[in-house]
């Protein structure tokens, strides 16, 4: 990126928002592959294997929150692609910027979501 040619705002969002996208791919990845790892490892331990359940499910909580946020952003990406990206998705007023700058993937104003 050159300083005498910055991106247009859209590009700096979708850049923005891509990035988030992959981190959380890869923090997904990162769960998956330690669920099945431990699917393999797991012992004929009793003990062990009750652990290994709720170990399990923290991971699952983990992997749901990310695929969630995925789901977000793909939307936000969508939005962006139609130019509609910033405006609320449920009254269609633009969505207050620093809202935007805390979740970026975010597709309501702030009356909307608290309702
Ligand atoms: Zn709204």
Do not use: K, W
């Amino acid at each position: 990126m050159s300083p005498s040619n910055p991106l247009p705002l859209t590009e700096q969002i979708r850049t923005r928002l891509l990035a988030r996208r992959a981190e959380l791919v890869q923090r997904l990845e990162r769960v998956e592959h330690d669920a099945s790892h431990r699917a393999e490892a797991i012992s004929a331990d009793f003990q062990e294997q009750a652990n290994q359940t709720s170990n399990d499910e923290v991971l699952g909580a983990i992997g749901e929150t990310a695929r969630a946020e995925i789901q977000d952003i793909d939307t936000a990406l969508e939005r962006v692609a139609a130019g509609r990206y910033g405006l609320c998705s449920r009254c269609g007023v633009p969505i207050e910027t620093a809202r935007l700058a805390v979740v970026p993937y975010t597709v309501t104003c702030s009356s909307c979501a608290t309702d």
